[in-house]
């Protein structure tokens, strides 16, 4: 049964008609158009679907639209600021960190949120936040290198 649910999506408030049971996942790509968070196993084994909720990294696929209720949603498409993108997105550009391109946003997302918890990481721990999202192409060594770069781009601080 469909209900009202109310989030704050890339910054904009979001009212929604529907199942609160929908995965968010469908709800940002099918309902809203927002494709850049992409559809991998549907499972949570991938972390293709990976998005920001208040801030964390969580996989889409697994998330039923209604959990976010009230909550900040950030996607790919809400991380630049204008025309300004995220240190992240620009460490990723600088350091070729991607060959086709389906696993980056959710590479793009998990690395903020792990600059976010950790601002300095080392090494072993952006291997170990990292593992869980899979690059078919076997970019992760240019990934690690982009985290690490856009770490110290970011001087250890948060944004
Ligand atoms: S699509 Fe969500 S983890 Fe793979
Ligand atoms: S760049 Fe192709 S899956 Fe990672």
């Known amino acids: 049964m469909r209900e009202n649910v109310q989030l704050k999506l890339n910054g904009k408030p979001v009212s929604l008609e529907v199942d609160p049971g929908r995965p968010l996942l469908w709800v940002l790509r099918y309902d809203l ?5 992409k559809y991998g196993c549907g499972e949570g084994h991938c ?3 990976t998005v920001l909720v208040e801030g964390s990294a969580v996989r889409s696929c697994l998330l039923r639209v209604g959990a976010v209720a009230g ?7 809400g991380l630049a600021r204008g025309s ?15 060959q086709c391109g389906y ?3 959710g590479m793009i997302l998990n690395a903020v949120s792990l600059l976010r918890n950790i601002p300095r990481p080392t090494r072993s721990q952006i291997i170990e936040t990292m593992e869980g999202n899979l690059c078919r192409c076997g970019a992760h060594k240019r990934i690690i290198e ?13 944004r």
């Open 146 to 158: 982009a985290i690490e770069s856009a770490a110290q781009a970011m001087g250890g601080g948060q």
């Open 84 to 98: 300004e993108l995220h240190p992240v997105q620009k460490a990723f550009a600088e350091h070729d960190a991607l």
């Open 33 to 37: 158009g927002l494709t850049g968070t």
């Open 103 to 105: 696993c980056t946003p």
């Open 71 to 77: 909550k900040e949603v950030t996607t790919i498409e």
């Open 47 to 49: 972390g293709a679907c």
